[in-house]
């Protein structure tokens, strides 16, 4: 399977968060129903924890923070767009991040990580596909945009 397999439009979040944690936060309001037990504090102090040892933001505007977390059965992608950007997201590259990337995948499916990791960062190289994503005015769109990019 590939990224788009776990594209959701009703897991897109326009962003009015400018803080890293703000951002997290709400990009893991959008995970309940796809962890059992869906303890969002355990999940955010995962996600510091994982970020504390090297930042996810990789540069050009992204961040893709990523973890294995109990009790995920299926692989889950929440979309983040803030086209101000993030300005404490400690990129690799200094700059805000705008678009942000949450993957969670079960302890288990180490596969599955990290195919959906090479499928996002291989679109999200593109610029002409990080533009489109931040001029969307729905998630829709952002599915829509994601989906023609993905092979």
Known sequence: MTFS???SHDRVVFLSARSKDEALKALVS???GA???FEPDDLLERLH???G???TGIGLGIGVPHLRYKGVKEPCIVIGLQPQGIED???MDGEPVKILVLILVGEGQHREYLRILSGVVKALK???VRKALLSARSPEEVVDILKREDV
């Open 5 to 7: 397999t776990y594209l």
């Open 30 to 32: 959008r995970l309940a």
């Open 35 to 37: 962890v059992s037990p």
């Open 49 to 51: 924890e994982r970020e």
């Open 53 to 55: 040892l090297m930042s």
């Open 89 to 91: 997201y400690e990129s």
């Open 126 to 128: 593109r610029e002409e």
